[in-house]
């Protein structure tokens, strides 16, 4: 792909256009190619049909379009894994949590969701032959339950070099869904100047639960949602890197909007998350991880647990 391509490039694209692409955070060609003509109109300040010209032009600029399946093969022989740090729960993702997808990971409270994503935000930053990606990662925070000691504890377990682990994540606590959207734009200009192998989104839905609450405004929500997704598989794609993203199942179905088993945000979550993972207590402290429809995987289930050292087997 033409990396060396500058916005200014594009036909259609002035420096004043291309100075508010780039203040938004669209330095990239892909970027720009992958964007709909409205949400181009709107950060840029353009008609549709002069946005949908300049997407035209990002798209013939990066050939996209039609690839061989051996263009696809060869994406594919760069997709990377990062362990979680129990074999039996890596061997149902077919080796870990992978990179140039989206993984959804679902539960109820407790299970074990923001442990995971403190665990893979560590085990990333391990050498390639010891499970990680020797990469950073970007964090955003939804809940406030990102713990810094935690991360602090299971790099220690692992002997590194805490400081280092600490520093290596790029974290944001997002107060509402909008400010969460934006931090997942940041997300890229983050991505362009570092090495992100993770990209790390706890809670996906819960702030847009709570700012969309009226049934009417289920669309809205779902549209908002569809578009954060949008952005966040982009910053896979373009970075080879992996995104996890939580999503609470309720367990009072008073709560919920629609089917109570379903997790949050519905089919459009699903539909864009290649993986989909289900979290739940079980018997004592173990947790069980169920691999739900995945394009090519098999459905499995695996037992750990949660120990101060971080995710483990369940016999540790
Ligand atoms: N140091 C620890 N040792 C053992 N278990 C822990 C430790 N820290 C957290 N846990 C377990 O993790 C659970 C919380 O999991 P969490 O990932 O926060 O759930 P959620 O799915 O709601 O994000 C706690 O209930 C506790 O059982
Ligand atoms: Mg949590």
Request: charged share 30%; with cysteine; aromatic share 6%.
């Amino acid at each position: 792909m033409s990396d060396d391509v500058e916005l200014e490039d594009i036909k259609g694209v002035g420096s004043k256009t291309a100075e508010k692409l780039r203040d938004s955070g669209y330095e990239e060609l892909m970027s720009i190619a992958t964007m709909s003509s409205g949400e181009l109109g709107e950060v840029a300040d353009l008609g549709d049909k002069k946005a949908q010209g300049i997407i035209t032009e990002a798209r013939k600029e990066l050939d996209l379009g039609f690839d061989s399946a051996k263009d696809r093969y060869d994406d594919r022989q760069e997709m990377q894994r990062i362990e979680t740090g129990c074999e039996e729960f890596d061997e149902i993702l077919g080796g870990g949590v992978e990179t140039q997808a989206i993984t959804e990971v679902y539960g109820e409270y407790g299970s074990a969701k923001t442990q995971l994503s403190h665990q893979l935000s560590v085990n990333v930053q391990r050498p390639e032959d010891e499970g990680g990606l020797d990469r950073e990662v970007v964090y955003i925070d939804t809940e406030d339950t990102f713990i810094p000691d935690r991360i602090e504890q299971m790099a220690e377990a692992q002997d590194m070099d805490v400081d280092k682990a600490l520093d290596n994540i790029h974290v944001a606590r997002a107060f509402n869904s909008d400010h969460q959207m934006l931090l997942a734009d940041e997300a890229q200009e983050i991505c362009q100047n570092n090495d992100i192998g993770l990209v790390v989104v706890d809670s996906l839905t819960a702030q847009f639960r709570s700012d969309y609450v009226g049934r009417g405004e289920l669309a809205q929500r779902q549209q908002k949602l569809n578009k954060h997704m949008n952005t966040l598989l982009r910053l896979a794609n373009a970075h080879n890197a992996a995104v996890l993203v939580t999503n609470q199942v309720m367990s009072n179905p008073d709560q919920m909007f629609g089917d109570p088993t379903k997790a949050i945000g519905g089919h459009i979550v699903a539909h864009n998350s290649a993986i989909r993972l289900y979290l739940r207590k079980s018997k004592k402290d173990k947790r069980i991880a169920r691999l739900v429809d995945s394009p090519y995987m098999p459905e499995g289930e695996a037992v750990f647990k949660v120990a101060d050292r971080g995710i483990v087997p369940e016999d540790f």
